[in-house]
């Protein structure tokens, strides 16, 4: 089964940090560009960043850079998003999808994880 599974969300006080994790089963995660994508409530989606899979490399949104990373890990075919420096602003569902290249289309999706920034 093709599936992708995020995890690792949470309440988490400004500045703080996060760890998610978007972890592929049933095929080969490495074979595909991954981005992390967020959706606040009354919001459009929004994209966060991407890393590709022909040479690693990551982008990120303006919002985000600098504080978010995305990395790789082939031997556990998961993709990591590693947020520090926390804004409520921040706070929103955040899902990971996979796609032939970063650009799209982007036709895999996880179920989201909630990311909650907040005293």
């Known amino acids: 089964q093709v599936q992708l599974v995020e995890s690792g969300g949470g309440l988490v006080q400004p500045g703080g940090s996060l760890r998610l994790s978007c972890a592929a089963s049933g095929f080969t995660l490495a074979n595909y560009a991954v981005g992390w994508f967020r959706q606040a409530p009354g919001k459009v989606r929004e994209g966060v960043s991407c890393i590709s899979n022909s040479d690693g490399s990551t982008y990120s949104a303006l919002a985000v850079k600098g504080r978010f990373t995305t990395s790789r890990d082939n031997g556990k075919n998961t993709v990591y998003l590693q947020m520090n420096s926390l804004k409520p602003e921040d706070t929103a569902i955040y899902y990971c999808?996979?796609?032939?290249?970063?650009?799209?289309?982007?036709?895999?999706w996880g179920q989201g994880t909630q990311v909650t920034v907040s005293y």
């Open positions: 999808a996979t796609a032939p290249e970063c650009r799209g289309p982007y036709d895999n």
